[in-house]
């Protein structure tokens, strides 16, 4: 049977991505969309979960129905089998942020010692971590502290006993309680990977609860020695973000300058390229070009847009499309979420792809080995590269879509509570607390994470937005999410003509006493590591009205998921007592223990997420379906808090 191919407006809702794939398919250079048709139909055995590939009798497969085999030749069932996949994907999602976590943490100490040429930018955060943990900060100097600090952190992938110290940095004690209760508390997060890698091989954990309490504390894992130690130790050395503008879409590619592009997560390299590109901008101006733009794609631009306004040109699903504009000269990537199409891309121009981890690198690219200590040698290397492609780039094949979209950043929690300080100096939150307890914020939702070539790319994430603005409900946003809702509108002042008048007159409120119109209905709070700041955000307003982070009228939802990072910051939020909304389904449905323990339908399961710590995950693949399903949940929880729930909310 042929396989159907979607249209191209089927494949994106970014008009400017649609030009560049009609451009793709007349040069027959194929992309990621291309593959997602091509590769139709999924397996049904991978999509339930019910695979299991861990030793060399397999790969067994559990039949969907009661007809086949039941259990693997070594009597493993479908429940152990969908429950140990998981543990695999969340433990695989978790694992880049604990080593971007630690990257940074070395980064940092590296920094502090003079090995390294960066400057702790933000000193005040780094007291203010290092009064959290406990650390001496009285007439210390701000390197003695920042190598304290690093060191604090790097403690966290050492300890064989105890806790992290960035759970107790960070989380509620009555949280933190409970998950030492349950016994899923993590004690350093390289241990836990170990561990959980440990309990997966064939043989050792066949308890289908058990393996649900590992993924439990991957999510913790996740969230405490990845996420949060990251934004933390960056905000330290590159400095905390505040109000910024920048513009979206991939016109931000310039015709008349030398473009680089970066891509994948680290910010650590891409500042010292946006600082490079600045010294030797002049030489690109001899060449004939206005000079070098910086664009980001995926989650290193949106760290350069959160504290420096660089202009982001696309996210995980187009990423190739920069490519075929024909005006990228060089596009570097450092890890995770880069698409090893690139190259095959890459060669059709002038391009040079080029790789610069040790660990990540794409076959048949250039690489340029980035090291924190030669960040300076590296940089310049990069831009001179670029300068000398510019010299190749073939003016016949170059086509950018003459579409931008200016949006706001730079959302941290210290730059909301600046915001908010601007309408009650001694206690900033109570403005947006009085508002969420009258119902004019009846609640607030964070769209986060990816876009996926089998989607129809950014209309997920937009659509679901859109209806739980007309609700009253107040968006935040990170990762590929984030620049779904740029794209479209949702992070500038005018965005606030989706919501209904309670909330548009909140923001308008909170905006003009900021020099702005309006704030924008959709908050960009940073990378896909930023989902830190959320947490940093409920912990704030649950630790101010005096609840649980579980009680508080809010959810997460990835509408367009598609990568195992996504489902472990799930799970990290899942463990919070927040509700996570996906729609894409994670591979579970080929058991009932672990759908049940999840989706909080009890059935005859002993125990759930719900019961737990008040928290579903939730699959509805529609968005307009999906947000109703999370207004009802935030109605529920609105309450049983006693909170009046406005007859517009429903
Ligand atoms: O870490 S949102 S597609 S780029 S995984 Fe990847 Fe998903 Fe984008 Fe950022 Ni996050």
């Not at 030009?19 to 992309?31: D, F, G, S, V, Y």
């Not at 420096?308 to 075929?324: D, F, H, M, P, R």
């Not at 690139?342 to 250039?366: F, M, N, R, W």
Request: a negative charge; one cysteine or more.
């Amino acid at each position: 049977m042929a396989t159907k191919l979607r249209s191209i407006e089927e494949r994106t809702a970014d008009t400017g991505v649609q030009q560049m794939l009609r451009k793709a398919q007349a040069e027959r250079i194929e992309t990621a969309f291309d593959r997602a048709d091509l590769l139709e139909p999924r397996c049904k055995f991978g999509l339930a979960g019910v695979c299991c590939k861990r030793c060399l009798e397999g790969p067994c497969r559990i039949s969907l129905t009661a007809n086949g085999p039941q259990r693997g030749v070594c009597g493993a069932t479908a429940d152990q089998i969908v429950a140990r996949n998981l543990l695999t994907l969340v433990t695989e999602g978790a694992v880049p942020h604990v080593e971007h976590a630690r990257e940074v943490a070395l980064t940092l100490l590296e920094a502090s010692e003079g090995k390294a040429p960066f400057e702790i930018k933000d000193p005040d955060k780094l007291i203010r971590i290092a009064q959290g943990l406990g650390l001496t900060v009285d007439g210390k100097e701000v390197n003695e502290l920042g190598k304290e600090v690093a060191l604090a952190a790097l403690s966290d992938f050492q300890r064989q006993y105890g806790t992290l110290e960035w759970m107790k940095l960070k989380g509620i004690d009555s949280s933190i309680e409970k998950w030492n209760n349950l016994g899923i508390s993590p004690v350093n997060g390289h241990l836990e990977i170990a561990k959980a890698v440990n309990r997966q091989a064939m043989g050792v954990d066949a308890d289908p609860v058990n393996l649900i309490k590992g993924i439990l504390t991957m999510g913790l894992v996740d969230g405490y020695s990845g996420l949060h130690i990251a934004t933390d130790l960056q905000d330290i050395l590159f400095g905390t973000p505040e109000l910024v503008k920048a513009e979206y879409r991939l016109g931000v590619i310039k015709e008349d300058y030398v473009n680089i592009a970066v891509h994948g997560h680290m910010p650590i390299m891409a500042e010292k390229v946006v600082e490079w590109a600045e010294k030797v901008e002049e030489e690109a101006i001899q060449l004939g070009a206005k000079g070098i733009n910086i664009v980001g794609i995926c989650c290193t631009a949106n760290e350069l847009l959160m504290r420096k306004g660089i202009s982001v040109a696309t996210n995980y699903a187009s990423q190739e499309l920069a490519i075929v504009t024909g005006a990228l000269d060089v596009l570097i990537t450092d890890v995770q979420c880069i698409m090893p199409g690139l190259k095959q891309v890459a060669d059709c121009y002038h391009t040079e792809l080029i790789s610069t981890i040790p660990y990540a690198k794409v076959e048949g690219a250039s690489y340029v080995e980035f090291t924190p200590e030669k960040a300076d040698e590296f940089a310049q290397e990069i831009v001179l590269r670029a300068l000398s492609r510019y010299k190749m780039r073939d003016s016949s094949k170059v086509e950018i879509p003459n579409e931008r979209v200016e949006a706001y950043a730079g959302f941290s929690v210290e730059q909301i509570v600046a915001a908010l300080k601007k309408l009650d100096q001694e206690d900033p939150l109570k403005p947006l607390v009085d508002n969420i307890v009258s119902g004019n914020v009846l609640g607030a939702v964070a769209i986060v994470g990816c876009t996926s070539p089998r989607l129809k790319q950014d209309w997920y994430n937009v659509e679901l937005a859109k209806h739980l603005l007309k609700h009253n409900v107040l968006i935040v946003g990170t990762g590929c999410s984030a620049h779904s809702l740029a794209k479209f509108g949702l992070m500038a002042p005018s965005g606030r003509e989706y919501c209904a008048p309670e909330l548009k007159a909140v923001l308008e409120a909170i905006g003009q006493a900021n020099g702005l119109e309006s704030l924008p209905p959709a908050l960009h709070m940073g990378s896909c590591v930023d989902n830190s700041r959320i947490d940093d955000l409920l912990v704030a307003l649950a630790k101010r009205i005096g609840v649980g982070v579980g009680q508080l009228p809010v959810a997460g939802s990835c509408p367009e998921t598609h990568s195992p990072k996504a489902l472990a910051i799930g799970t990290f939020f899942l463990n919070q007592g927040v509700d996570v909304h996906i729609g894409v389904p994670a591979p579970i449905e080929g058991s009932s223990v672990v759908s049940k323990a999840l989706f909080s339908n009890k059935g005859d399961f002993p125990v759930t997420t719900d019961e737990l710590f008040g928290s579903k995950l939730i699959y509805e693949p529609d968005p307009i379906k999906a947000a109703d399903i999370l207004l009802e949940r935030i109605i529920q929880k609105r309450e049983a808090l006693g909170l009046p729930v406005p007859a517009f909310a429903h």
